[in-house]
């Protein structure tokens, strides 16, 4: 029996999923936190993935392994292989000014989208890049190569770092990343495979190395230290990972309700939306990811769960005794800010407050009709860029969620199905290291845990966009 291992290194914590390269067949799985934060040490992933291994069990009888993990943050190395200061991450949203200066000094955002398919915002690599040389300078001048999480975890896994913590030093020209994960850099085209390294310079202050960008199934090396003589496949982005994981083609349309929020779809040409609502990505399959990302998601469920002292069941079951439109009570879940629209600064706003509309049900289905039609916007704007959605993958751990399926059939206008719960990402990434292994894009099933029936209610949708901020 051939065992592939796949990673998730997400933004809360890594996962490890071991799989039968055959057949699909999960056959033991591992997890390890992350720090909280939005600048992490990323030696924190090396010593979280380490023990995630160590709860799946180890990965001596595996033969390949892949790393997908959360897109954008700056890994930024000095000549020595070093860490220069702690990772940004994608949610980290200092950078906003410099994502503005950016678009400024390129010609607009039509002229930035036109090089490589994204729009800056504070999420991105370069902004980061920019805003290291303009508050650290010193730092800045450190910096000889930028790495992306997967990027560096990649590496480190093949044994090259620090001197005084890796097999083979830090040779910065075996950094390795995959389309996926380079085009959320905002100094990469999709377009056309190359990195952009005047827009790197404009960013940083000046040019440095870059990782090697890898075919899908192509194989960054061999793994060292406890991945010795195992496969290291290209790894990528967690979106393009999920993708991959949930076998998405052509007309299907993932919405991931997460930490934050993701629309995307696979695409068998590049996508360029000048506005910066969709961004023109790669998939980890060799065609393209048109993505539109909000920052609140199930954590808006969070927040007013908290609020009305309520476990998420009871939330559910509040939000199902109030009238779809919640009586006219919507809720602009603009929490931590907001990527798309890209309000930085942006806070929640409740509208249509009414001694009717305020009550408990009203309030809690506000929260679940207000975070969904966040996200129909986002399908809405990957249609308007001629992506055919035939049908609607409702995936994270809110999707599971009886009520947010119930309404979900009410606010989006096309087929919705909930695949079983899994680990996509980390599924994704056990699929591509079984592609690097054997050669062959593996066709696993996907289980389906829901089909909801279609009832759609255009009042929820029209309140939203009657309030909405952009």
């Given amino acids: ?89 994608w949610n980290d949203t200092r950078s906003a000014p410099q994502a503005l200066a950016l678009i400024d000094e390129v010609g607009g955002p039509a002229a930035y989208a036109a090089r490589t398919g994204v729009v800056p915002v504070a999420s991105f690599t370069a902004t980061k890049l920019r805003w290291l040389r303009d508050a650290e300078p010193e730092n800045a001048k450190r910096v000889a190569a930028v790495a992306l999480p997967h990027d560096w975890l990649t590496w480190r896994m093949r044994g090259f770092g620090p001197r005084a913590s890796s097999d083979f030093g830090p040779d910065l020209d075996e950094l390795t990343t995959d389309r996926s994960d380079a085009s959320g850099t905002a100094y990469w085209s999709p377009t056309t495979g190359t990195h952009d390294h005047e827009l790197l310079a404009l960013a940083l202050g000046h040019d440095a190395v870059l990782p090697r960008v890898l075919a899908p199934h192509e194989r960054a090396g061999i793994g060292a230290g406890d991945f010795r003589n195992t496969v290291v496949g290209a790894g990528a982005g967690d979106n393009a990972a999920a993708a991959l994981g949930l076998d998405a083609g052509v007309g299907d349309v993932v919405i991931s309700i997460g930490t934050s929020g993701t629309v995307f779809a696979v695409t068998p040409d590049p996508v360029i939306d000048a506005s910066g609502t969709v961004a023109g990505f790669a998939d980890a399959g060799g065609r393209f990811l048109p993505l539109v990302a909000t920052l609140n998601a199930a954590r808006v469920l969070d927040t007013i769960a908290r609020l009305l002292d309520v476990g998420h069941a009871e939330l559910a079951e509040l939000s199902l005794q109030a009238e779809p439109g919640s009586n006219g009570l919507v809720l602009q879940p603009y929490f931590e800010g907001e990527r798309t629209p890209n309000l930085p600064d942006a806070t929640a706003s409740l509208f249509g407050m009414t001694m009717a509309s305020t009550t408990r049900p009203t309030l809690a289905r506000a929260a679940v009709e207000g975070m969904l039609c966040a996200l129909a916007a986002g399908v809405d704007a990957v249609e308007r860029h001629g992506v055919t959605a035939k049908r609607l993958l409702l995936v994270g751990g809110a999707a599971q969620n009886a009520a947010v399926q119930t309404i979900a059939s009410q606010v989006f206008r096309r087929p919705i199905v909930v695949p079983t719960p899994g680990e996509y990402v980390a599924d994704g990434a056990a699929r591509q290291a079984t592609w690097a292994l054997q050669g062959e894009r593996p066709t696993w099933p996907v289980e389906v845990a829901a089909q909801p029936a279609s009832d759609y209610r255009p009042v929820i949708m029209q309140q939203y966009d009657a309030r909405r901020l952009d």
Wanted: proline share 3%; charged share 25%; net charge negative.
């Fill in 1 to 89: 029996m051939t065992l592939v291992a796949g990673i998730d290194s997400s933004t809360q914590s890594c996962k490890v999923v071991v799989r039968e390269a055959e057949t699909g067949a999960v056959i033991r799985r591992g997890r390890a936190p992350h720090p909280d934060g939005t600048e992490v040490d990323p030696e924190a992933w090396m010593r979280a993935l380490h023990a995630a291994v160590s709860d799946a069990g180890g990965l001596d009888d595996v033969s390949s392994v892949s790393v997908a993990a959360q897109q954008h943050g700056m890994v930024a190395l000095d000549a020595d292989g070093d860490v220069v200061r702690d990772a940004l991450l």
